[in-house]
């Protein structure tokens, strides 16, 4: 087992396959009700001392609950393209994963379907599903506003992709399997008897 034998596309679909895990868990959609909560809610200040901001944090409890409940990141939607969504993003990550852990241990595949090829097509199509969510977000296109999340995913999935492709590209070519670097004289390990 080493890490030698990554290439520079599983390295970069590993990579992007963690950070776009966590990417699914930030918020990416909202209201612009929910955003203006928000809002309110970092622009009010509560005054010192007991009793003299009392209503301030009020104010700002009730505009934090508010934007909450608008908020959603892709584990909430309930929708089925939304969960089409989800389980092609988790695939690929869990494919791209399994594709490098797989390399590092040294395990080849015969034919083409290998798990950096499933990885790399599973992204595609969840790039696809992505694209027509950035244009028909859930809800009522005019209220619903696109948070952070979607973008850092939308951007680690076409990490993924791209270095799954890469990958899969090294696997068809053969530059994904270098020959073993023959051990140096004298650092054989000892055979028992």
Known sequence: MTFERLTIGD???????????????????????????RQIQHDVAPSSGALGG?????IQEQASLTAQADEKNLWQEKRAIDRLELLLIVGAALTASAAAVLRVAGKRFDGWLTPSALAA???????????YRLGNQPGNDE?????SGVWLAFAALGALCLGSSLAWRAERNGTAWRDEPAPQPGTEPLQQQ
Request: charged share 10%; aromatic share 8%.
């Open 11 to 37: 390295a970069i679909a590993w990579i992007a396959a963690l950070a776009l895990l966590l990417f699914t868990a930030v918020d990416w959609y909202s209201t612009v009700q929910g955003n203006e909560a």
């Open 54 to 58: 009392e209503v301030q944090r009020d």
């Open 121 to 131: 097509m599973l992204s595609g199509a969840a790039l696809l599903i992505m694209l």
């Open 143 to 147: 209220v619903t506003t696109l948070k």
